[in-house]
């Protein structure tokens, strides 16, 4: 005959909550309970989150030493030099423009014009020529130097667009391309001939002496028309009354 164990009669829940108390009773009198532990809340994503400034930028205003990065209320959330760091600008610019550059390079051509490197968004570009100088051997290759731009400032920028993308592009007084050159006033004479239009529309302190009368040897904004059958563009930094563009 199969033998079935002895119950006891209890419910086993009885049993466990004797079993409680017989280990609650074994605790060294006077000691402390312990506590739960319970973990601090998690700090959401918005409490610790810092917004980026740039975000809020709506247009980038072409001023002649630099770029002033407004927001809608026509606030400047940063101003970039011109002769700030190459790779500073374009990091800047890219987020602002929510985009990267393409980088186009230009190796030059001894001995009329140095290398330069463009970085390109669909309607804006900054213009970086390298300091150097071609090598005297037949390859006539490019040398890059470690010394300052003397020339001018460390780089140019260059629209043909009224913007790019959401954010507009913008000149100090409002100017942007599009807008009508013919009401604009003064002029400036190129080599190149009276298919090229050069118009100041804002200049900067003046930096010395002039070197061509009548024209503030000064960084300025313009708007250019680069020869026949070329497109309006603003471009900064250009001292008119030091050299020709």
């Known amino acids: 005959m199969t033998r079935h164990p002895r119950r006891t009669g209890l419910p086993d829940l009885v049993l466990a909550a004797g079993l409680g108390i017989v280990l609650s009773g074994c605790a060294t009198a006077g000691e402390p309970e312990p506590q739960p532990s319970v973990d601090p809340p998690a700090a959401s994503a918005a409490s610790t989150s810092i917004a980026d400034p740039l975000a809020s930028v709506t247009a980038v205003v072409i001023r002649p030493q630099g ?43 001894c001995c009329e014009a140095g290398r330069v490197t463009d970085y390109v968004w669909d309607g804006f570009r900054v213009i970086d020529d390298h300091m150097g100088h071609f090598s005297d051997d037949a390859e006539r290759n490019w040398i890059d130097d470690d010394g300052p731009d003397v020339h001018d400032m460390n780089v140019r920028v260059a629209a043909d667009s009224a913007a790019v993308g959401e954010v507009a592009v913008i000149a100090g007084d409002g100017f942007a391309i599009g807008d009508d050159l013919d009401v604009l006033e003064g ?58 563009i």
């Not at 020869?227 to 563009?233: F, K, S, V, Y």
């Open 67 to 109: 770029l002033d990065l407004v927001d809608d209320g026509g606030t400047a959330v940063a101003t970039l030099s011109y002769d700030d760091e190459t790779v500073q600008i374009v990091e800047i610019l890219s987020s602002v423009f929510g985009s990267d550059a393409r980088v186009e390079e230009d190796p030059g051509a």
């Open 187 to 244: 002029r400036v004479d190129h080599p190149g001939g009276p298919d090229w239009v050069q118009i100041p529309l804002e200049t900067g302190p003046v930096l010395g002496a002039e070197v061509i009368d009548d024209t503030p040897n000064a960084y300025s904004v313009i708007v250019q028309v680069a020869g026949p059958g070329a497109e309006p563009q603003l471009v900064a930094p250009v001292n008119l009354g030091a050299h020709a």
